[in-house]
């Protein structure tokens, strides 16, 4: 079998095998994932005078998070608001590679360099359920390309269409605006001894000044959450500069994921590649490290900031090499990177597997709600055995986005989403209840508005978290660690 057909064949293969764990859960474990369901199925739901959301939530169509919330939305009318979301996770995970391959044939790279990218589909901002910066990753990258492809030439037609692709990037998420901006200066800049055609030529990020700025501006005068003090970082973790090998290939810096990040870095170099000697060729690289190791965990009440950059690592790693020889015997070098890649895959699927027992209760719970009712979610236990992220913190809501109604804690109370509370309606549970759910108090908090609590519990049956604190509710049953209350 030749070489060119044995790359075709182990790529798409090991394309087709990112889909497994995707399509074989009932819930991806993606933390965040049920909150941005829960927006999508008031989109789908919002003139059906059964859910009266219009007079729960208003829209907010000037937010970095459009795009990929319609991008879900466009596929509603034909499936579930659940395999749309698989389908839009799907593309954007598949993109990464397909996306990479364009800024390794931009640099004449070795294709079979590639492989090196697999590891960090399933990284940092997809174990956290960004869906958002997920759908914009791909995105960026093949604008990254077409920006870097401008800053070496940049003419009338190329400046009107990066204008618009950054425009567009803006309204998929902002923070992939903000870096990809910061890159195409720092390139332009570096290559233009004369400061003022290097200052004519920033006009594709210049122009869209004005709409970053005025959303900043509308954000900052509307919004309290944005004035919370920076966080620097989060107390007692490994060092950045660890995690940035580890966090290429996953959310915790566990051996395994060090073992692969480690290995993607060193991949193209066993294949041949030698780092460039063009200092312009590892500004991308330089940024993304830059931007992992400078920027605050949190700010402007955004939070993770650093980390979900590391899945850029790879891809312009592999874009600061130059092809130099074969490096690795043949035989080997078919080998490598696909091993890899599936080696990879396959310990992500294992994991989604092992995660899926403990989830499976839930369907169970929910089949047992009413449509359209209103439930608050209490999660006791919020983390997973096998999944790094503390994955079960908003699994309930999955219940908004297959019957409808209203599950708090909700982030319909945060500024970027598309749907946001009423002031009237929003509701009095506090924002960090998620976290620490023994701070309810039964009045105080509003728990009486609510018609169902749906516990996660595997310690205790019932849990005491309502019949603590004497709570009016009936103990309807339980499924594993799921169980569920009524409100008398």
């Known amino acids: 079998m030749g070489s060119d057909r044995w790359f075709s064949i182990s790529f798409w293969v090991c394309c087709a095998l990112l889909a497994v764990p995707l399509w074989t859960v009932e819930y991806l474990p993606m933390a965040d994932l049920p909150q941005h369901a829960a927006q999508i199925s008031i989109w789908t739901r919002w003139s059906d005078p059964e859910f009266g959301y219009q007079q729960i939530y208003t829209q907010n169509w000037f937010t970095p998070y459009l795009f990929g919330y319609l991008f879900t939305f466009v596929l509603t009318p034909f499936m579930s608001v659940k395999a749309a979301l698989t389908t839009v996770i799907t593309a954007a995970v598949v993109g990464v590679p397909l996306a990479t391959r364009f800024v390794i044939r931009e640099v004449g790279g070795n294709r079979w360099w590639v492989f090196a990218v697999f590891p960090s589909v399933f990284g940092f901002a997809f174990d956290w359920g960004f869906l958002n910066f997920l759908v914009g990753v791909p995105l960026a990258l093949l604008l990254l390309t077409g ?68 959303w900043l501006y509308m954000t900052r005068s509307t919004e309290a959450l944005t004035h919370r003090s920076m966080i620097w970082e989060i107390p007692g973790l490994t060092p950045r500069f660890v995690r940035l090998f580890s966090e290429v290939a996953g959310e915790d810096p566990a051996v395994w994921t060090l073992f692969a990040g480690v290995f993607a870095f060193a991949l193209p170099l066993f294949l041949g590649a030698r780092p460039s000697r063009t200092p312009a060729r590892w500004i991308p690289f330089g940024a993304t490290v830059a931007v992992f190791l400078l920027v605050p965990h949190e700010f402007l009440g955004t939070a993770f900031l650093y980390s979900r950059y590391a899945v850029f690592a790879i891809p312009t790693w592999l874009y600061a090499m130059d092809p130099k020889s074969d490096g690795a015997p043949a035989s080997i070098r078919l080998v490598l990177g696909p091993a890899l890649a599936a080696t990879c895959t396959l310990m992500t699927t294992l994991q989604f597997w092992s995660y899926e027992p403990e989830v499976a209760g839930l369907k ?17 236990y919020e983390n997973s055995a096998h999944i790094r992220t503390p994955v079960f913190l908003h699994t309930p809501v999955w219940y908004q986005a297959e019957k409808g109604g209203v599950v708090d804690f909700s982030f319909a109370i945060n500024f970027p989403l598309l749907f946001r509370y009423r002031p009237e309606a929003e509701p009095r549970i506090p924002r960090m209840f998620v976290w620490y759910p023994d701070m309810l108090k039964w009045e105080e908090h509003g728990a009486s508005t609510y018609d169902y609590f749906i516990v996660r519990d ?6 005491v978290i309502l019949t603590g604190i004497n709570a009016p509710v009936s103990f309807i049953g339980r499924s594993g660690p799921w169980q569920l209350f009524r409100r008398n």
């Open 364 to 380: 169970q719970v929910i089949d047992q709600v009413p449509r359209n009712a209103r439930v608050l979610s209490i999660p006791v």
């Open 147 to 214: 920006a870097l492809r401008y800053a070496e030439n940049p003419t009338r037609r190329s400046g009107v269409l990066l204008t618009a692709g950054l425009a567009g990037l803006f309204f998929v998420h902002v923070l992939l605006f903000i870096y990809l901006a910061l890159i195409l200066g720092l390139t332009i800049l570096a290559k233009r001894e004369d400061w003022k055609p290097g200052v004519l030529s920033l006009a594709p990020v210049i122009s869209l000044g004005p709409l970053v700025l005025f």
């Open 458 to 463: 595997p310690r205790r049956d019932p849990s």
